[in-house]
């Protein structure tokens, strides 16, 4: 399975070269996750055209989306449980706070820092922050693909924008 991951793309319209990125990374994924800060109804909109697209709520969203997206969310695919939430507090920190939220999950999906991060937490769950798409604060702008298949150990592919 695979599972594009963005966060933090901060957008008030979607423009040509989100819908490139949508197109070349997205579109193939079965599955789509933003980790907030969409900023916009029309960006999110624009995302959720991918038939399983998960969002939870950034700090940054627009009031139109504050309130109807959830802070936190769980899934699960390919027998891998799976959390997902923006994130707070101090940026070394803002991976194992949202962990600590969970219980009894593989991975968390995460945002806020605008810096990449795939690491195994002192809990034993895995981090992913796929880092901001136009906005990084370390490196290079991207997304994630996060590659899942029941009974192997995770991969992630970061795409760089």
């Known amino acids: 399975m695979i599972v594009a991951v963005m966060s933090d793309t901060h957008l008030d319209q979607p423009d040509n070269l989100l819908a490139a990125i949508f197109e070349r990374h997205c579109r193939d994924a079965d599955v789509l996750l933003h980790c907030g800060d969409c900023v916009s109804e029309e960006t999110w909109s624009f995302l959720n055209s991918h038939p399983r697209f998960y969002s939870v709520q950034g700090n940054c969203d627009q009031s139109l989306l504050n309130g109807t997206l959830p802070v936190l969310r769980e899934l699960e695919l390919e027998g891998v449980r799976l959390g997902m939430g923006h994130g707070w507090g101090p940026r070394s920190r803002v991976g194992d706070v949202v962990a600590a939220r969970f219980q009894g999950v593989d991975i968390v999906c995460y945002g806020h820092t605008h810096i990449r991060d795939w690491r195994l937490s002192p809990e ?17 702008g991207g997304m994630a693909r996060l590659y899942l298949k029941s009974g192997q150990e995770p991969e992630v592919e970061w795409i760089t924008i």
Do not use: D, H, I
């Open 124 to 140: 034993g769950v895995r981090l992913l922050n796929p880092g901001s798409l136009f906005w990084p604060r370390s490196g290079e």
